[in-house]
Nanobody
């Protein structure tokens, strides 16, 4: 497994942008597909985006498609989530996670960070 630490969250006005980073430790980072999830108070954890181990393939939830961009830098052991045109409904704790498979379900991700809070004000 890899150890993951998210950063970059904060408070932003609607329409603004944030970039989240997830730093991974461990030599197996390159073998993991990486995903971002989010969880708002009282709601289930939901899929946001994922990227393949090479970075060549990405997939997004319908709610984030066209506004968010996931990417990774394997030389830096880091995965990113660029979030543009943020909306109040994007407010949540954002988690990065690693999986050896290709899934959007949280149960298929075996390594998780501690999360970073994103708050979008209206």
């Amino acid at each position: 497994q890899v150890q993951l630490v998210e950063s970059g969250g904060g408070l932003v006005q609607a329409g603004g942008s944030l970039r989240l980073s997830c730093a991974a430790s461990g030599r197996t980072f390159r073998s993991y597909a990486m995903g971002w999830f989010r969880q708002a108070p009282g709601k289930e954890r939901e899929f946001v985006a994922r990227v393949s181990w090479s970075g060549s393939s990405t997939y997004y939830a319908d709610s984030t498609k066209g506004r968010f961009t996931i990417s990774r830098d394997n030389a830096k052991n880091t995965v990113y989530l660029q979030m543009n045109s943020l909306k109040p409904e994007d407010t949540a704790v954002y988690y990065c996670a690693g999986s050896t498979g290709w899934s959007t379900s949280p149960i298929d991700f075996t390594s998780w960070g501690q999360g970073t809070q994103v708050t979008v004000s209206s």
